[in-house]
């Protein structure tokens, strides 16, 4: 545990807790009155209400989406389901920023709904709600989903056999063991939903405003420090208290009914109704994931001239972009790969050694070690990137004009997602095989080398591609720490979607494209390697 927490402590509590200072200190002495003073102003009571009602609202609206979803690919079996598990995860590890700029160019003045029917969404509630379902859709589908899969349908058949019917067979029997499961995704929606930043900036305009977008106008913008510390100390608590409400429902889950082998379950849809639930399910997913996408790499091909690759060799140019950029936004693609792959190293080390020493038994010590593992995912990016400008500026750490500031900002986002995905490997490793290794002489560095390792090896690959997915579209810190001539592709992205003009627009798209075809051609490979379908994420 002791490089972990070194870690968090050194580049997460401490940004956090520097900035948080900065904004309620004064002379030396602590302003404890900025917080009922910040707290009772009726536009920062606007933002607080906002935040939590369109939470709440994405939360049930993914919900009631995205259950039929999770039972079809837990327990229906058709052609290319690997394939479109793959799809709807895409949207998972994209950048926010791109997901707002799919939803922009759907919904959006001069979008793909205004120029056929006229309608526009953006600025409205109604582009927010449906692109964090967009988002979280997944969550969803692979949380539920992966636990419904394992579930042994003869259970519920035995309660039929009693003189159940089947809807009280489901509600008596399944519905208690997937309660878990869905209380977790729906509190992991609701996290990702209330600290939204990247959809809300770009969909919501002027009139909406999460605590994320607010803490990033108070600091960039208006530089008002006390007020941005005042909410990230709200955001911080609320995100701590739903962290905990979500590591109780894990607990729970982990001793759910007894689990089978997901292959055992998935079978043929027969009847009428189960084929339509499919075909519901598949139009869900063409409407909801695959519209949005598939309009973003069209924007990204319709220049004034018609159907190209105008925007694409334009990328090339800084020119181009009027001087939005120091360098070509084509060199923001070899930014983000390479401090996506730095970034994945590290997350890869500070998470396998977080993961192997939560599978060890410690009581409540372990347990608040691995809610401290989730709060990146969280607490507010924006903070933290600031905070890494104002604190890491001093010998030994003096690192604002160091490349590595990046990738240890993305690092800390991908950690949580490679604790998730090895956790449940690990545990599921027998001891007894540990104790075989060590009688007969292995140390406990050879016996994990050869007894855990060739276990886990899977999941540290897939652990691999979901960090690197994460790091590539991290925006909340990045947008402060990326340097002018070395941006990253979400930074890029904003840049030129803050500009206005149909080069800079068309250009925003072209990047979005690029980034979504490499999160896709990620997840793609993921499926083809990964084996365990039970874990989080």
């Known amino acids: 545990m002791a490089v972990p927490v070194a870690f968090f402590a050194l580049f997460f509590a401490y940004p956090v807790v520097a900035i948080v200072g900065r904004g309620l200190k ?88 205004d ?60 519905l208690p063991a997937l309660a878990p499961a869905v209380a977790a995704a729906a509190l992991m929606v609701f996290l990702f939903t209330f600290t939204s930043f990247g959809v809300v900036q770009i969909l919501g305009g002027p009139a ?10 108070q600091t960039a913008q208006l530089l008002d420090l006390p007020t941005a510390a005042v909410l990230t100390l709200v ?100 930014n983000s790969l390479r401090y996506a792959l730095v970034a994945t190293l590290i997350a890869l080390v500070i998470g396998g050694l977080a993961a192997a020493a939560l599978t060890r038994r410690a009581g409540r010590l372990v347990r608040g070690f691995d809610a401290l593992l989730m709060l990146p995912l969280g607490v507010s990016a924006v903070t933290v990137g600031f905070g890494f400008l104002i604190t890491l500026d001093k010998p030994p750490l003096d690192l604002r004009t160091s490349w590595i500031l990046v990738p240890l900002a993305q690092a800390l986002v991908g950690v949580p997602f490679v604790v998730r995905t090895m956790l449940p490997v690990l545990r599921a490793v027998d001891e007894r ?52 001539d070395n941006p990253t592709l979400p930074v890029a992205v904003a840049r030129l979607l803050g500009r206005s003009g149909e080069l800079n627009y068309g250009q925003a798209m072209a990047l979005s494209t690029i980034l979504m075809l490499v999160c896709a051609v990620s997840l793609l490979v993921l499926e083809r390697i990964r084996t365990d379908r039970s874990g989080e994420f």
């Open 26 to 113: 004064a002379d030396g002495y602590w302003q404890f009155g900025r917080i009922g003073t910040v707290l009772s102003r009726p536009d920062i009571l606007d933002v607080l209400w906002f935040t939590t009602w369109q939470a709440l609202a994405s939360t049930v609206l993914t919900l009631l989406i995205a259950l039929p979803g999770a039972y079809v690919f837990a327990r229906f079996d058709f052609p290319g389901k690997q394939l479109l598990r793959a799809v709807v995860t895409v949207p998972f590890v994209l950048p926010t920023v791109v997901v707002g700029t799919a939803f922009l160019a759907l919904l959006g003045r001069g979008g793909f709904l």
């Open 115 to 174: 120029e056929l029917w006229g309608i526009r969404l953006d600025t409205t509630v109604w582009a927010i709600l449906l692109a964090h379902v967009f988002f979280n859709y997944a969550v969803v589908v692979r949380t539920v989903g992966g636990l419904w899969s394992q579930l042994d349908p003869r259970q519920e058949e035995a309660a039929r056999v009693l003189g159940a019917g089947r809807l009280a067979a489901w509600r008596r029997v399944t």
């Open 208 to 217: 909406y405003s999460t605590l994320e977008v607010e803490i990033y106008r």
């Open 235 to 334: 955001q911080f608590a609320a995100v701590g208290g739903i962290l905990a409400v979500h590591a109780w429902t894990v607990r729970r889950r982990e001793t759910a009914l007894k689990l089978v082998d997901p292959a055992q379950t998935a079978r043929a849809p027969r009847g009428a109704g189960q084929r339509a639930l499919l075909g519901g399910v598949l139009l869900t997913v063409l409407l909801l994931i695959v519209v949005p996408l598939g309009v973003l790499v069209e924007r990204s091909l319709d220049t004034s001239g018609g159907y190209g690759f105008g925007f694409y060799r334009a990328l090339q140019s800084a020119d181009a972009s009027g001087s939005t950029f120091l360098v070509p936004p084509i060199d923001a693609i070899g």
């Open 433 to 484: 095989l540990r104790e075989a290794a060590a009688v007969l002489g292995a140390s406990p560095l050879r016996a994990w080398r050869e007894v855990d390792l060739p276990l886990v090896r899977r999941a540290v690959l897939v652990a691999a591609g979901f960090a690197f997915a994460v790091s590539l579209g991290e925006f909340g810190a990045t947008v402060f720490i990326a340097r002018p």
